[in-house]
């Protein structure tokens, strides 16, 4: 069984200053973890994605994840906010299966940005 | 490659009537999975289908909805009967064969039952 957890369901944040998204996990497997980004009426644009190679994982637009197995966490880092980054977020775990890849997604992160 | 193909965008349904969601996967992928995702939710998984097979429908409630992705042409998921619960926005992503890491979602239809 896999399940995600997202600590903060709301995130606001000053245009300029750091981001922080908290995600742990729980998986019977090693995991593959990903973070996904939704702008409204939008679909799925993949940010960045975690399988078992370095645990500093850099993405797009800025933003990084570090893997922390100790902790079972993957928080979702940016240095600088900018106000397009403004949109909700999901920290994903994947189940490798039959070829395939069943993905678990948390219940999200809206990220506000303001000036 | 023009990515992976929902249609339609949106649609319309009237209690009672069956809606079909069409999905075209990206060129070379072999396995199409179904998310749905419910108002103020993140997305559930349904069903992992590759063709002619069905791999994973766990997601899937067990009646009024059926997933196929045929030998030829794209995966259809079919909602028989709908009921105001069913809408949604309902996301179609596929992968090569090998590995799920190459994982590409559509832009998702939502459809909205009146």
């Known amino acids: 069984a896999q399940s995600v957890t997202q600590l903060d369901s709301h995130v606001s944040v000053s245009e300029g200053t750091p981001v922080l998204l908290r995600c742990n996990y729980s998986s019977s497997y090693s995991p593959s973890l990903f973070w996904y980004v939704q702008h409204p009426n939008k679909g799925l644009q993949l940010l960045l994605k975690y399988t078992s190679a370095a645990t500093l994982v850099k993405g797009i637009n800025g933003f990084e994840a570090e893997f922390k197995k100790s902790e079972t966490s993957f928080h979702l880092t940016k240095p600088s906010a900018h106000m397009s980054d403004a949109a909700e977020y999901f920290c994903?775990?994947?189940?490798?299966?039959?070829?395939?890849?069943?993905?678990?997604f948390g219940t999200g992160t809206q990220l506000k940005v303001e000036l | 490659n023009a990515g992976v193909m929902q249609n339609p965008r949106h649609l319309v349904r009237r209690r009672g009537q069956e809606a079909r969601l069409r999905c075209s996967p990206m060129?070379?992928?072999?396995?199409v999975y179904w998310y749905r995702q419910l108002p103020e939710e993140g997305l559930k998984f349904m069903v992992y289908l590759q063709k002619e097979n069905i791999i994973d429908e766990s997601g899937m409630p067990k009646e009024r909805f059926s997933a196929e992705f045929p030998k030829e042409g794209p995966s259809i998921l079919r909602i028989q009967q709908v009921v105001r619960g069913d809408s949604a926005a309902y996301f179609c992503a596929s992968s090569p064969p090998g590995t799920g890491y190459g994982y590409t979602f559509g832009s998702g239809t939502r459809l909205t039952i009146v």
């Open positions: 994903v775990v994947g189940l490798l299966r039959g070829g395939g890849n069943k993905l678990t």
């Open positions: 060129k070379g992928h072999s396995h």
